[in-house]
């Protein structure tokens, strides 16, 4: 008889954490696919990712909207217990025989809670990184809650080792989106970059000429900041004079103030030489990666991706703060000189060579070999410390 596996998708960097296990989950005859999506990744304000998991050929079980509108640290609390409701009625529908959790989001800290007060066991992606901001505290709490742990570097091994987790159900495996990146890298396909950008508002960019990339989201803990922490980066992308990819935000306090300031830029004719974007498929922003003069902002693609591919980065604030990374970052505040300099001092930078701290590409497989190998015995519930 198959196995139920279940996974939320609760935005568009969940599923790119995830999408390669869930190929490798679809191809694999003992396993059947359960798929909740939810929050951000069904709202058209972030992209609506749901339309992209659907084109890639998955089957969507059910789909709950649990997100308060707001953005502020109150919204992002209400959300979280919202989200805890509506999977606790899904799963107990569901009956999966296990549940991936994705990382360190608060709505995926919703699914941890709910599976663990059913009694299902909970297998953990990228657990045991240090980053800033409440992402850090949720995904220690994660791991504290599940039974497998799929760790993506080895310091992140040897700290859910010294969280008390039992070491034989702790697996180094690398991170399941390194696997994507290599598998796009190296492709033979011939691409029409000028094809990729079809949905967004802004100048035209020639994906062929060099271009900037920036993705920048709020830090929870600075929520407050969040609008002057872009306009600051903004500057300084438009003293640099080159056409930059925008990316919209995630769905965390604070994102509605950087969405603000990112259309008072459109609106009053500040944003030359910018295309704004909400979400593009995995793949393409992998391949924009590749390509890219350099990535600008604090998303954790700019630590992880960024290294496999050897993409320059400035990395900016403390939303990675801590977090593992290569050669090819240079962190700054959210200086707008700072920025700048740093921008340019990238710039001189073709590409960095690739670095393997997240993986080798092959996570998947071993993820989905472990779970196997876990569900073929009794996976035992109870959680107990061991030091």
């Excluded at 959300?79 to 899904?90: D, K, M, Q, R």
Aim: glycine content about 6%; proline content about 3%; aromatic content about 8%.
């Amino acid at each position: 008889m198959k196995k139920k596996i279940c996974v939320f998708i609760s935005n568009r960097a969940n599923y790119s954490s995830i999408k390669s296990v869930l190929i490798e989950i679809k191809k694999n005859k003992k396993i059947n696919l359960q798929l909740i999506v939810g929050s951000g990744a069904i709202l058209e304000k972030y992209g609506n990712v749901s339309n992209i998991i659907k084109n890639d050929g998955f089957k969507i079980d059910s789909d709950i909207s649990v997100m308060i509108e707001g953005s502020t640290p109150e919204t992002m609390s209400k959300s979280t217990g919202l989200s805890i409701i509506e999977l606790s009625v899904v799963l107990k529908n569901l009956k999966p025989d296990l549940n991936i959790v994705i990382g360190d989001r608060y709505e995926n800290f919703s699914f941890a809670v709910a599976s663990a007060f059913l009694n299902i066991p909970i297998a953990h992606t990228m657990g045991g990184e240090i980053s800033g901001t409440i992402d850090e505290s949720i995904r220690h709490a994660i791991t504290k809650f599940s039974h497998l742990h799929f760790t993506a570097s080895k310091d992140a091994y040897k700290r859910v080792i010294k969280l008390g987790e039992v070491p034989r159900n702790v697996f180094l495996v690398g991170c399941p989106r390194i696997d994507l990146v290599k598998k796009v890298i190296s492709s033979k396909k011939k691409i029409n970059f000028n094809q990729i950008l079809k949905e967004g508002v802004g100048d035209k960019i020639d994906l062929n000429q060099p271009f900037l990339m920036l993705s920048q989201h709020p830090v929870t803990t600075e929520f407050f900041s969040a609008r002057k922490q872009i306009k600051e980066t903004l500057l300084a992308i438009k003293k640099i004079n080159l056409p930059t990819i925008v990316f919209w935000p995630n769905p965390d306090a604070g994102s509605d103030e950087i969405s603000k300031e990112l259309r008072k830029w459109r609106e009053f004719g500040q944003a030359n030489k910018m295309y704004f974007v909400k979400n593009i498929v995995t793949e393409d922003y992998i391949r924009l990666m590749n390509k890219t003069s350099c990535l600008i902002g604090n998303s954790s693609s700019g630590i992880r991706e960024s290294a496999f591919i050897g993409t320059p980065v400035v990395n900016i604030g403390t939303r990675q703060n801590n977090r593992t990374s290569a050669n090819n970052v240079i962190n700054s505040s959210n200086n707008f000189n700072q920025i700048y300099l740093s921008i340019k001092k990238q710039l001189k930078e073709i590409k960095y060579k690739k670095k393997y701290i997240y993986g080798d590409g092959n996570a998947s497989k071993k993820i989905i070999s472990h779970i196997l190998s876990a569900l073929s015995e009794k996976i035992n519930i109870q959680k107990k410390i061991t030091y």
